[in-house]
T-cell receptor, first 115, second 113 residues
């Protein structure tokens, strides 16, 4: 299995809702990433988990809360989002950390719309 | 600080024509360089990467890129473009001491039949 899966594919939520995005990989990768991508822009790094511990937080607002329950699974919990948080949320994984020479394997993304 | 510049926001080519997408980077040491492709609404797929060694790198889907240290460039080329190559292309740079990638702003490729 050489892919990263993300669910759901699409999500529409109100500003008072709580929802979660899920990312899964079964490649034995030890680091997983969350990116946010607005239309016609490059991905912006949000969080990196390395060996199930948060290693990078790019000063993301607290309404985004990441969680890594195990080495295969990465969640992004969403609460009290704003319309400007509408974007494509991408998950990626790499075999190991210690330098960005590793190819990042990306999931297909979750298209989030906040009303 | 590391940075990546993709000077061309949008390129249009005819099917069968050759293609070159430009990428310039700024980094003090030897960079790790990548080209990713993204189809609309999809994730990113790695086309090729350069770490060291031969400066001409072959990738998937018939793409190649050449690392030129003197010009701080890593341009992507394809001799004959297919309609299915229409997508967004991102150049990215990384290094040995970080797990982050710095992405360029992307080049949107449109292919006319």
């Amino acid at each position: 299995d050489t892919e990263v899966t993300q669910t759901p594919k699409h999500l529409v939520m109100g500003m008072t809702n709580k929802k979660s995005l899920k990312c899964e990989q079964h490649m034995g990768h030890r680091a997983m990433y969350w990116y946010k991508q607005k239309a016609k822009k490059p991905p912006e790094l949000m969080f990196v988990y390395s060996y199930e511990k948060l290693s990078i937080n790019e000063s993301v607002p607290s309404r985004f809360s990441p969680e890594c329950p195990n080495s295969s699974l990465l969640n992004l919990h969403l609460h009290a989002l704003q319309p400007e948080d509408s974007a494509l949320y991408l998950c990626a994984s790499i075999p190991q950390t210690g330098g960005s020479y590793n190819e990042q394997f990306f999931g297909p993304g979750t298209r989030l719309t906040v009303l | 600080a590391q940075s990546v510049t993709q000077p061309d926001i949008h390129i249009t080519v005819s099917e069968g024509a050759s293609l070159e997408l430009r990428c310039n980077y700024s980094y003090g040491a030897t960079p790790y360089l990548f080209w990713y492709v993204q189809s609309p609404g999809q994730g990113l797929q790695l086309l090729l990467k350069y770490f060291s060694g031969d400066t001409l790198v072959q990738g998937i889907k018939g793409f190649e890129a050449e690392f030129k240290r003197s010009q701080s460039s890593f341009n992507l080329r394809k001799p004959s473009v297919h309609w299915s190559d229409a997508a967004e292309y991102f150049c990215a740079v990384g290094s040995y001491n970080t797990d982050k990638l710095i992405f360029g702003t992307g080049t949107r490729l449109q292919v006319f039949p």
